[in-house]
């Protein structure tokens, strides 16, 4: 290891990559049914195609279980001697998470989904054939839109309670969130911004310090891990010499406090360990905190040699990839600038891979659409 102040860590097996906050799927409403004109029968309307917000999904499911990302309603029926008027298609439902903004290729907001249940109508299905159309139906509404899920902030600090977060946003940027030496200082998210030299910034979230049972919303568990949701990606912080909540608990080493975070976040949402994510390893101004720097860096490379540490129930299912692993002391200030760097890096890095998917997009779509003047 070349630069031991900022490590690039792969571990086998892992799902790094897997989390999507955004998603672009074709959407179509329905054909409206023929009209009767002899005895002047109306079509059934096309079906419509809505949003739904449902707790449980995710837009990783969604993309895993549609592949194709196509949701095309039903089509009306018929209108017949039986029954004049025609039965309206089936409805399409494209299930999403709550936190969901719901835009058309233009950027133009069609909905959002705040609350489970909410629904937003993205492609009306076609009006049936009547005596005003000559009793010829229309073809529904088609379009592409995009899911995205509301962030409250780029990075969210994630880490037990006095694990320095308060204090790094601090370092980190013009925020002035409540600091003490007691665990519970942050009750609420605060946001900072960190401002870089071409003027860009990047909006970082403290959010509410997690504890061991977090995921059955022990603490403020539950409050806690539906913010971590709704940031870009995660910067795991933790004391360098460990931690212990109160006399009655456990001690717990900076490498098993990694360990218990990333099981806490995938028995809440099993995606959630597939952010990206930085490792922050708080608090070197403390006496041997190098030798346990090196024993972390140990640990983190051959983690399963050490999952004797903790029993099998607080294990991660997969251990989880981090972008870098920086060493810094918030209340010194050592380490931040090289933390502000590789925060753009990782930040960075998404941006141009999102943008290089787009372009992709956009690409096939041209392709199809030639292809089908082609055909004609």
């Known amino acids: 290891i070349t630069n031991p102040s900022c490590l690039w860590l792969y571990y086998p097996g892992s799902h790094y990559g897997n989390f999507v906050d955004n998603l672009r799927l074709y959407v179509r409403g329905g054909s409206g049914g023929m009209g009767l004109p002899r005895l002047g029968g109306q079509g059934g309307k096309g079906g419509d195609v809505w949003v739904v917000a449902q707790k449980e999904m995710t837009l990783k499911r969604v993309k895993d279980k549609y592949p194709q990302k196509r949701f095309i309603a039903g089509v009306g029926t018929n209108s017949s001697v039986r029954a004049l008027r025609g039965q309206k298609g089936e409805d399409q439902e494209v299930l999403a998470p709550p ?5 058309n290729d233009d950027g133009m907001v ?5 609350t489970e249940g909410d629904r937003v109508l993205v492609a009306r299905g076609g009006q049936g054939g009547s005596y005003h159309s000559e009793f010829l139906p229309s073809k529904g ?6 899911l995205d899920l509301k962030l409250i902030a780029d990075l969210g600090l994630v880490g037990f309670p006095n694990a320095g977060k308060s204090s790094l946003l601090t370092a980190l940027s013009h925020a002035k969130p409540q600091i003490a030496s007691y665990a519970f200082t942050t009750l609420r998210p605060e946001i900072g911004k960190v401002m870089y030299e071409d003027h860009k910034q990047i909006s970082v979230a403290d959010l509410p310090g997690l504890i061991e049972g977090a995921h059955m919303n022990r603490g403020m568990g539950h409050q806690f891990l539906k913010h971590v949701e ?20 456990p001690f717990r080493s900076a490498f098993e406090a ?17 952010k990206p994510a930085v490792l922050v390893v708080n608090k070197m101004d403390l006496p041997d905190a190098e030798d346990k720097l090196s024993k972390l ?65 956009k690409l096939q779509a041209l392709c199809t659409a030639y292809s089908k003047r082609q055909v004609l």
Request: charged content about 25%; proline content about 4%; overall charge neutral.
């Open 110 to 114: 069609l909905g959002k989904l705040n």
């Open 99 to 103: 936190g969901i903004t719901v835009t």
């Open 230 to 249: 709704r940031t870009r990606q995660l910067l795991f912080v933790v004391d360098v010499c460990g931690f212990q909540l109160a006399s009655k608990t």
């Open 141 to 146: 509404q088609s379009r592409q839109i995009r």
């Open 258 to 274: 990694v360990q218990l975070l990333i099981k806490e976040l995938e028995l809440y949402k099993e995606d959630l360990p597939c």
């Open 297 to 361: 860096q140990e640990q983190l490379l051959n983690p399963h040699e050490f999952s004797h540490l903790l029993p099998d129930d607080m294990l991660p299912k997969n251990n989880m990839v981090f972008r870098h692993v920086v060493p810094i002391s918030a209340a010194t200030g050592f380490g931040i600038a090289h933390l502000k760097t590789c925060i753009r890096q990782s930040l960075d890095k998404d941006a141009s891979m999102a943008t290089d998917s787009l372009h992709r997009d």
